[in-house]
């Protein structure tokens, strides 16, 4: 694997965190090595190095689609002409970001859920141009990597699963401002008793009461520009007042 992070120390905080997630990959039959052949990672000085020669591409820039443009731009000018381009957007159509590829048609979204180590989740999302050959075989790469895809037939804004998180967000959100479940409910008992739904639960880091409001932490822009899918009774409470909403970089843009 070769990487390539412009961040101050991130080949450090890379091993560091392969090391922490080593154990629970042995335990679960992922990994059989007691610990982990780190001499097969490499990172290098920039894009064009670590992409040169590679069959498979994965960008995991942040949610701004100027980043991953210039970023995909970079990838497409030295990949070969057979490499595959992969994208953990979770937020942006596929058609939108094969644009910025030469070879549009070896593009495909290829969208795991945090933390990638434990939720065997991934969806897998073609865009209009990307080839069927290539959607077939990011399903099967998936399923190498002990990976349970879905293959979406149709592409939109959030993919799905993160609309289904954000409708039970919605939910959850309305029955703490209609008093129906106190926050401690709505989040730390739903998470505990129903493990499986507890992803849909992460953007609400938590929910307080404070001098007659509420505060709601969102992980930071989950879904980039498209904030609207928080749901129209969140976004008319924050205009309204009721909510504060910490973190959220770009509810105004939406």
């Given at each position: 694997v070769r990487a390539f992070d412009p961040a101050a120390g991130a080949e450090e905080r890379a091993a560091a965190l392969i090391r922490g997630a080593w154990p629970s990959l042995v335990d679960l039959g992922i990994a059989s090595t007691e610990a982990p052949p780190l001499e097969r990672l490499s990172f290098h000085a920039s894009i064009e190095e670590a992409v040169a020669g590679a069959d498979i591409v994965q960008e995991n820039t942040p949610e701004a689609l100027d980043e991953k443009r210039a970023v995909l731009e970079r990838i497409g000018a030295v990949?070969?002409?057979?490499?595959?381009?992969?994208?953990?957007?979770g937020g942006i159509m596929p058609t939108e970001l094969q644009a910025f590829c030469p070879q549009p048609e070896r593009f495909v979204v290829f969208h795991p859920f945090n933390p990638t180590h434990l939720i065997p989740l991934v969806e897998i999302v073609p865009g209009r141009q990307t080839a069927p050959e290539v959607t077939?075989?990011?399903?099967?790469?998936?399923?190498?990597?002990?990976?349970?895809?879905?293959?979406?037939?149709?592409?939109?804004?959030?993919?799905?699963?993160?609309?289904?998180?954000?409708?039970?967000?919605?939910?959850?959100?309305?029955?703490?401002?209609?008093?129906?479940?106190?926050?401690?409910?709505?989040?730390?008992?739903?998470?505990?008793?129903?493990?499986?739904?507890?992803?849909?639960?992460?953007?609400?880091?938590?929910?307080?009461?404070?001098?007659?409001?509420?505060?709601?932490?969102?992980?930071?822009?989950?879904?980039?520009?498209?904030?609207?899918?928080?749901?129209?009774?969140?976004?008319?409470?924050?205009?309204?007042?009721?909510?504060?909403?910490?973190?959220?970089?770009?509810?105004?843009?939406?």
């Open positions: 990949a070969g002409p057979s490499a595959l381009i992969l994208s953990s957007t077939d075989w990011a399903v099967g790469f998936a399923r190498f990597l002990g990976k349970k895809p879905i293959r979406l037939n149709a592409e939109l804004v959030g993919h799905m699963t993160n609309r289904l998180q954000f409708a039970l967000v919605r939910e959850a959100v309305r029955c703490v401002v209609e008093g129906v479940a106190s926050p401690l409910i709505g989040t730390n008992e739903v998470v505990s008793r129903y493990y499986m739904v507890a992803v849909a639960f992460l953007p609400l880091a938590w929910v307080e009461h404070r001098k007659g409001m509420i505060a709601v932490e969102l992980f930071d822009s989950l879904l980039g520009r498209k904030a609207l899918l928080i749901g129209d009774l969140l976004v008319a409470a924050v205009s309204a007042g009721v909510l504060v909403l910490l973190g959220w970089t770009s509810l105004g843009e939406a």
